[in-house]
Nanobody, 125 residues
Framework: QVQLVESGGGLVQAGGSLRLSCAAS????????MGWFRQPPGKEREFVVA????????DYADSVKGRFTISRDNAKNTVYLQMNSLKPEDTAVYFC??????????????????WGQGTQVTVSS
C-alpha cells in the first residue's frame, strides 16, 4: 500500500510560483507512473500532468503547458510540480496520484491506484 503526502501549497499572487512535493511511503515511486490533478472550487477534479515511471513520457493539460513542470526523484521517493506564472484560475486543491499505467492517469481517474490527501493552492489576482 502506497501512501502519498503532498506539501508546498499556499497563497501566492498572480504571476508567482510554487513548488508542490509529493512524498511516497509504503512503496517505491520508481515503479509507478505519477501525476497531479486538481479540483477547483465547485468543480470536478481534473487532470494536470502525468509522467511515466521511466520519466520518458510526460503529458500536460493544455491549460498548464509551458507553465508547470513535473519531475521526480526516485531516490527520494518524491515527485514535484513546479508551477510558474500562476493565474487565479489555477486556484484549486492539488492531488498527487500514482498508478501502474500512465494511461490510467491521463484517461481514467477511476482506475488510479493511489491518491494523496491534497494541498490547497490559492492564487490571488
Amino acid at each position: 500500500q502506497v501512501q502519498l503526502v503532498e506539501s508546498g501549497g499556499g497563497l501566492v499572487q498572480a504571476g508567482g510560483s510554487l513548488r508542490l512535493s509529493c512524498a511516497a511511503s509504503g512503496g517505491t515511486v520508481r515503479i509507478y507512473s505519477m501525476g497531479w490533478f486538481r479540483q477547483p472550487p465547485g468543480k470536478e477534479r481534473e487532470f494536470v500532468v502525468a509522467m511515466s515511471w521511466t520519466g520518458g513520457n510526460i503529458d500536460y493539460a493544455d491549460s498548464v503547458k509551458g507553465r508547470f513542470t513535473i519531475s521526480r526523484d526516485n531516490a527520494k521517493n518524491t515527485v514535484y510540480l513546479q508551477m510558474n506564472s500562476l493565474k487565479p484560475e489555477d486556484t484549486a486543491v492539488y492531488f498527487c496520484a500514482a498508478s501502474r499505467s500512465l494511461e490510467s492517469l491521463t484517461t481514467n481517474q477511476a482506475s488510479v491506484a493511489y491518491w494523496g490527501q491534497g494541498t490547497q493552492v490559492t492564487v490571488s489576482s
